[in-house]
């Protein structure tokens, strides 16, 4: 497999070596269950969980959340979260890029997946998305900014790996998915000095 492998991501959560990890949940995902884009009752994915703290946002909230993790570290992490918070979510041991809900779900979190991934993976992953969400259900979608200088001479660094918002357009076309006007909320996470791009998406 090109890229991170299960056993890299395991290591790293059984290591603690998770600089990405807030400690909290991501303030985007607040503003949505402020604002009314997320509510009580609606089923949604987070893919690459991780720790968990906005499966447990989520959860506490009323939502009827799925966490999905291949690494059984970060899994056993979130499930620990989960219990303190006292609150109820399913976690489920799969790989992205195979997994399938049994039914279509009203939404996605998409943090930390999609950044996760070796884009040669992206195209494939962006079809699990579509198939993952029923019409006009949302792909709450947080675009990782990781540029790097070396992408000049096409050298490809990562994780993260740079979602570059042209490449965005093309991985999630319009003829499947309703973007909303720019500009897009930029998000900070000054534990790695990087900032995201909120954007939610409609399925077609």
């Known amino acids: 497999?090109?890229?991170?492998?299960?056993?890299?991501?395991?290591?790293?959560?059984?290591?603690?070596?998770?600089?990405?990890?807030?400690?909290?949940?991501?303030?985007?995902?607040?503003?949505?269950?402020?604002?009314?884009?997320?509510?009580?009752?609606?089923?949604?994915?987070?893919?690459?969980?991780?720790?968990?703290?906005?499966?447990?946002?989520?959860?506490?909230?009323?939502?009827?959340?799925?966490?999905?993790?291949?690494?059984?570290?970060?899994?056993?992490?979130?499930?620990?979260?989960?219990?303190?918070?006292?609150?109820?979510?399913?976690?489920?041991?799969?790989?992205?890029?195979?997994?399938?809900?049994?039914?279509?779900?009203?939404?996605?979190?998409?943090?930390?997946?999609?950044?996760?991934?070796?884009?040669?993976f992206w195209t494939h992953y962006a079809a699990q998305l579509h198939s993952w969400i029923k019409p006009g259900g949302k792909l709450l979608a947080m675009f990782l900014q990781a540029p790097r200088s070396s992408a000049a001479e096409g050298f490809i660094e990562g994780p993260p790996y740079h979602c570059d918002i042209n490449a965005m357009r093309a991985l999630f076309p319009a003829m499947l998915w309703e973007w909303p006007k720019p500009p897009y909320p930029r998000i900070e996470n000054r534990r790695i000095e990087r900032e995201e791009l909120a954007v939610v998406l409609t399925r077609k």
């Open 1 to 120: 497999m090109t890229g991170p492998t299960r056993d890299f991501w395991n290591e790293r959560f059984a290591a603690g070596s998770i600089p990405w990890d807030r400690g909290e949940a991501n303030p985007q995902l607040l503003q949505w269950l402020g604002d009314g884009t997320i509510t009580p009752g609606q089923r949604i994915l987070v893919p690459g969980c991780g720790q968990g703290w906005e499966v447990a946002a989520l959860a506490k909230a009323g939502v009827l959340v799925t966490g999905i993790d291949f690494a059984p570290e970060a899994l056993a992490l979130c499930r620990q979260l989960i219990e303190r918070a006292s609150c109820t979510a399913e976690l489920v041991d799969a790989d992205v890029l195979h997994w399938r809900p049994d039914t279509p779900v009203d939404a996605v979190f998409e943090q930390t997946c999609l950044c996760a991934l070796y884009p040669d």
